[in-house]
């Protein structure tokens, strides 16, 4: 079974190593590629850094920090060398192994290689158990405009969101060169072969929406015959993790699992969800959700533990077959 | 006294430490400025190294490694990852704290700054007690033609060096970049202001000899006021450190105290120096150094610890001050 996943960072990470797992343990047959939100990206000290590429390559190679990104095991003697100099930013750490990675993967962009291979080629270290795509070979970056002390000025995303925690309000996010962009090598056929297109709970402003803002992926998505499926990152009006509800706020969406789903929209009213799993406590809204055309099912979304997460991905996988299914019988 | 210092890596650093110690020790108001060849740097993994500037630079700021190079207390997680991805060159480690330096360096340079200014913001860290100064802001980088297995290649010094341990049999050097490479900014003057011209113990051919390759170099040498003095490399025959041998055969000139001196030629002939120190062992080629017109002094030049460097410096502190003398009288 083909299985196509938008992602982000942490929370598309893992869910996908959930959706892995779980398709290992019950001989599942999956085929899985992640399609990578990579408009966090950014230079930083002459290397190229992908967040999320990264927290993606590194939770599926099992090496991922407890923080949730970063490696393992990790230390920050380059960091500190720099800080000693008077340089390097003192809001982003680079450890020592994860500058390892951030400097072979710029070697490998210096040499001509475009984004896509220079991934393919970090994954056969990490052996993911799935094929990693980025979004896009084009350098796209998120910037935000925020106001502060009543000037208006723009940041990269990265600084607003590690640096300031998304503290300061945005007024709006500006993708730069998301409109020349084109989908990496891959992308649009591995939507078009999917059997069942999956947004894990990421962010659906600055990591599953950047995706779809990349020219031709969201007409890939919503023209999919596969079923696409969403697993809300909201869970009783606030974010799991992270803080998309900032993300939101600032593109005029309620932080809540009914208003995430109207804003991906119905397929059949233009939009691209079919299914959308909400946790528990967001149960009264299937109701709202199905009204508005999208199937919906209820379910514990915390992705507390492995045993968790794998029931998460158990639902996702379920309700795009009962999709597929009742789309055939149609 | 205003001195300057043509120096390559190890020995020219080891030398240079000694002399400042000394000047502090006795209060002699040195004030050093270290002219240090870069011809040896390399753009390795998108990164600038420049050898013989960091070994400077680290001796003098007390941090440099027992065997000569790089950091002391240093690891080598970053390279560790680097070669777990199969990149990196397995002959050329790079430190994680000599990394610092280098992507230091790398940002300052991409951000616009000339490696002479660069090189002073480095230092303002390491509190050297000299000023040092790249040789040129223009990249020079020496290749060495080889003879391998019957053909005849062209590979990087420090793949020559470091990876061969210069046992390819080198056919000639060439300085690619040289001829348009101008002096950085202060050398010149720093060479037509001193009281004292020093030539340390360092490669002949690779590091002194490729700093005065750069325009105007020479020329400022051979015509400056001070007296110029060296220290031979060569000790009975064979170099106190590294392979300088393998250089000067290169070049076509005999590994010998009394070559070396004569192949840099004495000024009152159209060459470089006034006076010139041999070891001990060699105390028989003082009189045909003279000869040549050179002042010759004999004395254990091995720098084998503090006292024996201190005795090495104030020999070369003396002579300069002799020849000055001397000279004045004329």
């Known amino acids: ?45 002459a290397l190229r850094v992908c967040p999320d590429l990264d927290t993606v390559m590194y939770t599926l190679g099992g090496v991922i920090g407890e923080q949730g990104w970063g490696r393992a ?3 920050s003697r380059v960091t500190a060398e720099l800080h000693a100099y008077g340089l390097g930013w003192d809001w982003f750490t680079l450890g020592d192994l994860d500058l390892g990675t951030h400097l072979a993967r ?65 007024r709006r996010f500006v993708q730069r060169g998301v409109a020349g962009a084109r989908p990496a090598p891959g992308v649009l056929e591995a939507v078009a072969e999917a059997d069942l297109v999956l947004l894990p709970p990421s962010n659906p402003v600055v990591s599953i929406g950047t995706i779809l803002g990349v020219p031709g992926i969201r007409d890939a998505v919503r023209g999919a015959a596969a079923p696409v499926v969403g697993v809300s990152p909201i869970i009783g009006g606030a974010p799991v993790r992270g803080m998309a509800d900032a993300c939101l706020t600032a593109i005029g969406v309620e932080t809540a699992a009914r208003t995430v789903a109207e804003h991906y929209g119905a397929r059949s009213a233009g939009g691209m969800l079919d299914g959308w799993l909400v946790d528990d406590t967001d149960a009264a809204d299937v109701h709202a959700i199905r009204e508005a055309g999208i199937e919906a099912r209820a379910l514990p979304l915390l992705m507390s533990d492995q045993a968790a997460t794998a029931a998460i991905a158990r639902a996702a996988l379920d309700l795009g077959r009962e999709l597929a299914a009742s789309r055939t019988r149609r």
């Not at 960072?9 to 996908?16: D, L």
């Not at 796209?140 to 300031?164: K, M, N, Q, S």
């Open 106 to 170: 710029t070697e490998l962009l210096r040499s001509g290689l475009p984004l896509s291979a220079v991934t393919a080629r970090l994954c056969e270290r990490w052996r993911p158990g799935a094929t990693l795509l980025p979004m896009s070979d084009d350098e796209v970056e998120t910037w935000v405009e925020v106001e502060a002390d009543g000037d208006v000025t723009t940041i990269h995303f990265e600084e607003w969101w590690v640096r300031h925690r998304a503290a300061l309000p945005a």
């Open 73 to 75: 095991d990790e230390s």
């Open 1 to 45: 079974m083909k299985v196509v996943l938008l992602a982000g960072g942490v929370g598309g990470a893992r869910f996908t190593r959930g959706l892995r797992d779980l398709g290992r343990a019950e001989d599942l047959g999956l085929d899985l590629t992640v399609v990578v939100n990579t408009g966090d990206d950014l230079w930083l000290d």
